[in-house]
């Protein structure tokens, strides 16, 4: 689309700010560039999705156009609640919100209210080979694991689940995307994207731009409470805005080994310092390191301090996403705000497909 700059700067005018801005380190994104991310509501945001996904993209719309969804029709292949998907499409939403997402850059919506979407996917279905799906790494893990299983390789596998990067790749194409900041399990899918977005360029003319993925530059896998990685599939998980007393629970249950408070420690190997190091800034690092090199320090000390500087950090985005969460139609006015906007793209885009396609 040769005026979608254009068209950009004009919806991105400006609404709101609200939360702590974090400092950008890592932005290396072109000013012009739309920059798109989706986030899927399987779970209550934890401190691992936090640091390692949402966290660059809060800093990457301080300057940055971005466009970032909720992608509640990518949750469907896994979770057949209803309930459960908008719950934690709010939360991530509030989460964003509450953390410093920069609204005057940043056009925040639901996957599912665009109508678009549906229609794109099915146009791209069909220049999409079936053996790019067979390809996939996530659906290749699913039929390795069902075969040592001794089960049908296909057990468990929906059409949702085998046809997921075409709706991912949907998503790109639609809204003339440059650049897609995501996790290193999802650059196969965004090449995938450009490898369909070719298909169709080929076969019907230049229409659609070839996406570059961007892979978050490692933020490292934060470890959760028992020292593996924090994730919901090991409940070992810190919610990122948990009530103050629960945080400190949770905090105080960090598995650790078992050196005396005398005894140096590497903090390099301890959870407590892996995740004190995201919330702290740089002097505060370095003493908190020091105090772990120099021994002298228990780990209930260490975790008190973790405590401490965890919560007061977070206590105003605590309270402002709180407010948000009792306030949802303040979050369904800004995800509506942010559907009209990039429908409106997606409209143009179809329009252009459509006719491609079928005259
Ligand atoms: P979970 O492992 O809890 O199921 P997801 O797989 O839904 O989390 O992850 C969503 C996003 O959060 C991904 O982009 C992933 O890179 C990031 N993420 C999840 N857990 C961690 C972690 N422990 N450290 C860093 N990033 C993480
Ligand atoms: N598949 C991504 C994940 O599981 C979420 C997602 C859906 C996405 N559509 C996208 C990411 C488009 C980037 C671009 O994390």
Not at 277 to 290: D, P, Q, W
């Amino acid at each position: 689309m040769q005026n979608a700059p254009l068209l950009w700067g004009f919806l991105l005018l400006s609404q709101r700010k609200i939360g702590i801005i974090y400092s950008i380190k890592k932005a290396k994104v072109m000013d012009d560039k739309i920059v798109l991310t989706g986030i899927k509501p399987t779970g209550t945001p934890h401190m691992g999705n936090y640091i390692g996904a949402l966290k660059p993209l809060v800093e990457l719309s301080q300057n940055h156009k971005t466009c970032m969804f909720i992608a509640d029709l990518h949750a469907l292949n896994s979770i057949h609640d209803a309930k459960e998907i908008k719950q934690h499409t709010y939360e991530i939403a509030a989460m964003l919100i509450a953390m410093g997402l920069n609204l005057d850059n940043a056009i925040l919506f639901r996957q599912s209210d665009i109508n678009e979407i549906y229609q794109l996917n099915e146009f791209l279905m069909n220049v999409t080979p079936k053996g790019l799906m067979n390809r996939a790494h996530s659906y290749k893990a699913m039929i390795e694991k069902n075969s040592a299983a001794g089960e049908d390789v296909d057990a468990g596998v929906n059409m949702g689940l085998y046809t997921y990067p075409v709706l991912m790749a949907a998503d790109i194409l639609l809204y003339n995307s440059d650049i897609v900041p995501v996790g290193k399990d999802q650059k196969q899918h965004v090449e995938f994207a450009r490898d369909i977005a070719g298909y169709f360029n080929n076969i019907y003319g230049e229409t659609f731009k070839l996406p570059e993925p961007v892979i978050s530059e490692d933020a490292g896998l934060i470890p959760g409470l028992d020292g593996r990685k924090m994730s919901k599939s090991y409940d070992n998980t810190i919610p990122l805005f948990a009530p103050s007393n629960e945080l400190k629970k949770k905090i105080m249950r960090i598995i650790t080994d078992s050196k005396t408070p005398e005894e140096p420690k590497n903090p390099d190997e301890s959870t407590i310092f892996q995740i004190y190091k995201h919330f702290a800034n740089e002097s505060e690092i370095a003493e908190f390191r020091k105090m772990f090199l120099d021994g002298g320090m228990g780990y209930g000390t260490a975790k008190t301090i973790l405590f401490e500087k965890i919560d007061s950090v977070l206590a105003p985005a605590r309270a402002e996403y709180e407010r948000l969460m009792a306030n949802k139609s303040e979050i369904d006015a800004i995800l509506a705000d942010g559907a009209k906007k990039a429908g409106f793209v997606a409209a143009k885009t179809i329009s252009k497909v459509k006719k491609k396609m079928l005259g």
